[in-house]
T-cell receptor, first 113, second 114 residues
Framework: GENVGLHLPTLSVQEGDNSIINCAYSNSASDYFIWYKQESGKGPQFIIDIRSNMDKRQGQRVTVLLNKTVKHLSLQIAATQPGDSAVYFCAETPPQGAQKLVFGQGTRLTINP | DTAVSQTPKYLVTQMGNDKSIKCEQNLGHDTMYWYKQDSKKFLKIMFSYNNKELIINETVPNRFSPKSPDKAHLNLHINSLELGDSAVYFC?????????????FGPGTRLTVL
């Protein structure tokens, strides 16, 4: 079912601090996970992805961690900037296939100056 | 050089009207999608087309009818619009069927039904 969810619907951080956005998923057979960023008035934009055979993947200022034991996914943003303000979604690909990519509810990240 | 484009960006209409939203992608992808995003930002898939063939048809009222004239276009026609249809509709495309399916999203169409 559609059970990709987030622990926190909103998150406020100080500019320059690190941000951690969490996501819980329910399907232990899901094999691919994506984080998207959606800025106001725009469509979701790909940030980073990870396959289930990995537990960590790093990008530019972002890191995704996957804990399959507890079915938990997190997105870490280093040195948060004002431009990071957005809604962040996690999504999982269940065993039914890529067309069934399921999105979580989203977390709104607000950066305080 | 827009990858996935949608028109119109805003659509305001009366209940009962029929309207269409158009989507085009120039990424050469085989699969296109329509998503609906509600006021709480929840993104739910509506339809998926692969090479003009309907792959996914979620529980969507049959007032919604997607049409794919070619693999670069996926339009959404909505008949007899209702208040509950008010939402942001996103078109998306992806490269591979049956694999990861990373989506590329359009800018969205905000539909307001009065």
């Amino acid at each position: 079912g559609e059970n990709v969810g987030l622990h926190l619907p909103t998150l406020s951080v100080q500019e320059g601090d690190n941000s951690i956005i969490n996501c819980a998923y329910s399907n232990s057979a899901s094999d691919y996970f994506i984080w998207y960023k959606q800025e106001s008035g725009k469509g979701p934009q790909f940030i980073i992805d990870i396959r289930s055979n990995m537990d960590k993947r790093q990008g530019q200022r972002v890191t995704v961690l996957l804990n399959k034991t507890v079915k938990h996914l997190s997105l870490q943003i280093a040195a948060t900037q004002p431009g990071d303000s957005a809604v962040y979604f996690c999504a999982e690909t269940p065993p039914q296939g890529a067309q069934k990519l399921v999105f979580g509810q989203g977390t709104r990240l607000t950066i305080n100056p | 050089d827009t990858a996935v484009s949608q028109t119109p960006k805003y659509l305001v209409t009366q209940m009962g009207n029929d309207k269409s939203i158009k989507c085009e992608q120039n990424l050469g992808h085989d699969t296109m999608y329509w998503y609906k995003q509600d006021s709480k930002k929840f993104l739910k898939i509506m339809f998926s087309y692969n090479n003009k063939e309907l792959i996914i048809n979620e529980t969507v009222p049959n007032r919604f009818s997607p049409k794919s004239p070619d693999k670069a276009h996926l339009n959404l026609h909505i008949n007899s619009l209702e208040l509950g249809d008010s939402a942001v509709y996103f078109c998306a495309s992806s490269q591979e069927v049956g694999t990861s399916g990373r989506r590329f999203f359009g800018p969205g169409t905000r539909l307001t039904v009065l």
